[in-house]
């Protein structure tokens, strides 16, 4: 958990980032462009000032879970993981940065990340990913260690970002679907389930199923999904459904695409989304530029709206018949 506090507006974030140690207090902290922890060093560093920083390793998993969730600018990941248990995040105040730590923290790192130019930039990397392929090195501005806070025989989850599914995710897909159904039901109607495909990362592809009620229905869902920042970042693939289809079913979806969708007329393009320097798909060329952008596929695998309705019936039974049929012969089927 990484730390800091805005300095214009006060409120406190905290967000996952990797750290590096090069001596014995300095480390390197890498940080995806477009993340508040980004934001927030970058705006100390406008005033010519180092960005006060804390490091938690080993901490509540309520809040490692928190951390790495898109939470709205403004809004605390300890207030989004108090809402979650009902009551507040108990922290005491970092005797050097002033920022409010977890109390119960295994260790705790507190320092500055330094303005870039005062120090040489240290090379950072590679490291691992989450998606599944080693990240390059890269060089990053140090951040200077001022004091270690620890318990003694501190415990440490042990939680490599390996190949999905992923344990240390702690059901990240799952939250960021609600967040998604959540976003969607406050302007689109009729939609029926979401589903972040967690075998594409967290965040590469996701399902939603609706029914649809104007001509434009989906593709309207979709783009408010794309435009969101709680969901837009390296998201590849935007599948719309129609509500008789079980997003978390990858059977039926992909029933769907085969069937309900011909990729001439059902596949639109948009260029220029946020990305990321982690994504392994990213060319030489724009990595050079620091361009960390890519497209995002939005798939209509929905019935045509203006000849759904004589659309060819499916042989498949009703989930009410269905479930009469198991009902009355249950383990027999």
């Given at each position: 958990m990484v730390i800091t506090r805005d300095p214009e507006e006060g409120w406190i974030n905290y967000g996952t980032g990797r750290v590096q140690i090069h001596n014995r207090n300095t480390v390197t902290i890498f940080l995806s462009p477009g993340r508040h922890t980004d934001f927030i060093r970058?705006?100390?560093?406008?005033?010519?000032?180092?960005?006060?920083?804390?490091v938690s390793c080993g901490q509540d998993p309520l809040l490692w879970a928190a951390s790495n969730f898109p939470v709205p600018w403004g809004l605390s990941e300890y207030d989004y993981a108090g809402g979650l248990r009902g009551k507040p995040v108990e922290v005491v105040e970092g005797p050097y940065s002033?920022?409010?730590?977890?109390?119960?923290?295994?260790i705790v790192l507190e320092g500055e990340f330094l303005p870039p130019g005062q120090e040489p930039d240290l090379e950072e990397g590679p490291f691992g990913e989450w998606t599944g392929y080693y990240h390059p090195s890269k060089s990053q501005p140090p951040v200077k260690i001022r004091s270690v806070l620890?318990?003694?025989?501190?415990?440490?989850?042990?939680?490599?970002?390996?190949l999905t599914p992923l344990d240390?995710?702690?059901?990240?897909?799952?939250?960021?679907?609600?967040?998604?159904?959540?976003?969607?039901?406050?302007?689109?109607?009729?939609?029926k389930g979401v589903w972040f495909m967690e075998g594409g990362t967290p965040y590469g592809?996701?399902?939603?199923?609706?029914?649809?009620?104007?001509?434009s229905h989906a593709l309207h869902a979709a783009l408010k999904v794309l435009g969101s920042y709680s969901t837009a970042y390296m998201l590849r693939?935007?599948?719309?459904?129609?509500?008789?289809?079980?997003?978390?079913?990858?059977?039926?979806?992909?029933?769907?695409?085969?069937?309900r969708c011909d990729p001439r007329e059902s596949l639109q393009i948009v260029d220029g989304c946020w990305g990321s320097p982690v994504d392994p798909r990213l060319s030489p060329e724009k990595r050079e530029r620091n361009e960390f952008t890519h497209s995002c596929a939005i798939v209509l695998?929905?019935?045509?709206?203006?000849?759904?309705?004589?659309?060819?019936?499916?042989?498949?039974?009703?989930?009410?018949?269905?479930?009469?049929?198991?009902?009355?012969?249950?383990?027999?089927?």
């Open positions: 970058k705006k100390y560093w406008k005033r010519g000032e180092s960005c006060p920083v804390a002033g920022l409010p730590l977890p109390t119960h923290a295994e620890y318990r003694n025989d501190p415990i440490l989850q042990g939680s490599p970002p390996l240390y995710a702690l059901g990240r897909h799952i939250r960021r679907s609600a967040t998604v159904w959540d976003l969607l039901d406050r302007e689109i109607p009729g939609v592809g996701i399902v939603i199923s609706l029914q649809q009620a104007w001509p693939w935007i599948i719309m459904v129609d509500d008789d289809i079980d997003p978390t079913d990858w059977l039926q979806v992909s029933w769907a695409l085969n069937t695998a929905c019935k045509p709206y203006h000849w759904k309705d004589s659309y060819p019936p499916a042989i498949r039974s009703t989930p009410e018949r269905i479930r009469e049929i198991q009902a009355k012969w249950g383990d027999r089927i």
